[in-house]
């Protein structure tokens, strides 16, 4: 039993392990449902919430709203029509940007 939980830890804790990954700045595209985050960074602070959520996406013009919790992994995709928005553990957002 102690052996099988030896060869087990590894493959448990990998999924704790933290990683970073650096997001670029909002970027600014066009209509038919791209994102633009630059009126949306006066939101930056809020509590997030369904409501903040879709005061964002009208905002932005976005069709799709991806929450980001801290230390959480995100696919590295593009799309022009999704909205990121990142918060912390005090779910204050702390990064809203496209993609």
């Known amino acids: 039993m102690i052996r099988l939980a030896l060869l087990a830890a590894p493959v448990l804790l990998a999924g704790c392990a933290t990683t970073t990954t650096e997001m670029s700045e909002p970027v600014r595209i066009g209509a038919d449902g791209a994102c633009d985050a630059s ?4 939101m930056l602070g809020m509590t997030a919430s369904a409501e903040v959520g879709a005061q964002l996406l009208e905002a932005t013009g976005a069709r799709t709203l991806r929450w980001a919790p801290p230390r ?14 990142s918060y ?5 957002i702390d990064r809203i940007s496209c993609g």
Do not use: E, H, I, N
């Not at 959480?72 to 928005?85: G, I, K, N």
């Not at 912390?88 to 204050?92: E, P, Q, V």
């Open 72 to 85: 959480s992994a995100m696919t590295m995709d593009f799309r022009p029509d999704r909205l990121t928005v």
């Open 88 to 92: 912390d553990d005090d779910m204050k």
């Open 39 to 42: 009126d949306a960074q006066a």
